[in-house]
């Protein structure tokens, strides 16, 4: 072999190896970016079990208001300006709302709009 070909080949070598950890590293981090947002909705999902057994109980507008109120055993998000500290802040992520009513209607989109 000669030098031109034993650098190229050990720059596709370098290449391979630099591709190789870059692949392993975002496999890792994908791994665990996915099991913490998993972890996260479980917690939503126990948190929001008892709000929702305590707004069952509820018989008036006063009774759902103080259940709004009150706080969760565990803070979602603490660090987040839309933390879920209180039952209330589960009932907005639960209400449902319209879609567009544009997106809804069955015609199709203006083409200068795609």
């Not at 190229?8 to 913490?36: P, S």
């Not at 929702?52 to 660090?79: F, H, Q």
């Amino acid at each position: 072999m000669t030098s031109e070909q034993v650098r190229i080949r050990n720059r596709a070598l370098a290449g391979l190896i630099v591709a190789l950890v870059l692949a392993i590293g975002g496999w890792i981090f994908l791994q665990r970016a996915t099991d913490a947002g998993i972890q996260r909705l479980t917690r939503i999902d126990t948190l929001r079990a008892g709000c929702v057994a305590k707004w069952t109980l509820a018989r008036t507008g006063a009774d759902s208001e103080r259940v709004d109120a009150t706080a969760l055993a565990d803070t979602i998000d603490p660090r987040s300006a839309t933390a879920l500290k209180r039952c209330g802040d589960l009932r907005a992520t639960v209400e449902k709302k319209l879609p567009n009513a544009r997106e809804m209607s069955g015609e199709p989109m203006p083409k200068g709009l795609r």
